[in-house]
């Protein structure tokens, strides 16, 4: 993944919050980090950031994925979005997965949290 300097992160431009109690279910921030920190997720992710991908060229990008587990992340990552499947007309039994623009606006953040956590170790 690319890296870049901390520093580069826009600042946050809203005011802070007094935290108030709250269930994890209403955060839509740890919704997002649970989703993305799902095994295999971010990984599928930063794999199909360089284009799209058919499902056994994912497969053999990531050893040790199994088929099933990789069609159930392929599938949320479609539910939510982020990815879209592609079954180009010349390619009858070939389907591609490729991100989505909302899938691709989440790479800058993986990146980030790439970095810090290199930084971390």
Not at 63 to 92: D, F, I, N, W
Not at 110 to 118: G, N, P
């Amino acid at each position: 993944m690319e890296t870049t300097s901390l520093m580069a992160i826009e600042p946050c431009l809203h005011e802070p919050e007094t935290p108030t109690p709250r269930h994890a279910g209403d955060c839509p921030v740890e919704d997002w980090m649970a989703f993305l920190g799902h095994r295999w997720t971010a990984l599928v992710i930063w794999h199909l950031s360089t284009g799209a991908k058919r499902f056994g060229a994912l497969r053999e990008l990531l050893p040790g994925v199994t088929q099933k587990v990789l069609s159930e992340r392929l599938v949320a990552l479609e539910e939510r979005g982020m990815v879209e499947r592609e079954q180009p007309p010349h390619y009858a039994r070939s389907v591609f997965y490729r991100l989505s623009q909302h899938g691709a606006a989440v790479i800058p953040i993986l990146d980030q949290l790439d970095l810090w956590a290199r930084q971390a170790d």
